[in-house]
Structures are given as structure tokens and as C-alpha cells.
């Protein structure tokens, strides 16, 4: 029973996809703990879900115009932090 369970379980990482599927998401995950536990001892959390909340409208009116994405959620991430 165990068996067949971890064989259930890790057949997924046969596939080269899946395991860097895997590493991307372990090394996300890393940045963005530490990322987060810094910001929080800084003080700086509010204003770090500011800013990536006010990026949407920049991503979504720089898809509507043509425009590339990153510069819409560049301005609109320089706007809500001025």
C-alpha cells in the first residue's frame, strides 16, 4: 500500500517538465519567504501589497492599448508609490 503510494506520488517527476516545474516553485517559494519575512520586520508589507495590488489596472490598460505589460505595471507601480 505504501508503495504504491509513493509510486503514485512521484511518477509525475519522470517528466523533465516536472521537475523543473518542481525547482521553480522551491526556488519561488524561498524568494518569496524570505522576501515576505524581511518586509514584514521592515514595516514595509503594506506597502509592498500597495503596490502589487495598483499594478492590475497598469496590466489591464496596457493589454487594452497594445502597450507591452511591464511598462503599464511599471507606471502604475511608480504612481502608487509616489
Not at 496590466?59 to 509616489?82: D, E, K, S
Request: net charge negative; glycine share 10%; with cysteine.
Amino acid at each position: 500500500m505504501m508503495d504504491m503510494l509513493r509510486e503514485l506520488l512521484l511518477a509525475p517527476l519522470e517528466f523533465g517538465f516536472m521537475q523543473n516545474a518542481l525547482l521553480v516553485s522551491v526556488v519561488a517559494a524561498a524568494v518569496c519567504g524570505l522576501l515576505s519575512c524581511w518586509l514584514v520586520l521592515m514595516g514595509w508589507s503594506l506597502m509592498g501589497e500597495a503596490v502589487a495590488h495598483s499594478i492590475l489596472p497598469g496590466i489591464v490598460l496596457a493589454y487594452l492599448f497594445g502597450v507591452p505589460m511591464a511598462v503599464g505595471a511599471f507606471v502604475f507601480g511608480m504612481l502608487a508609490v509616489a
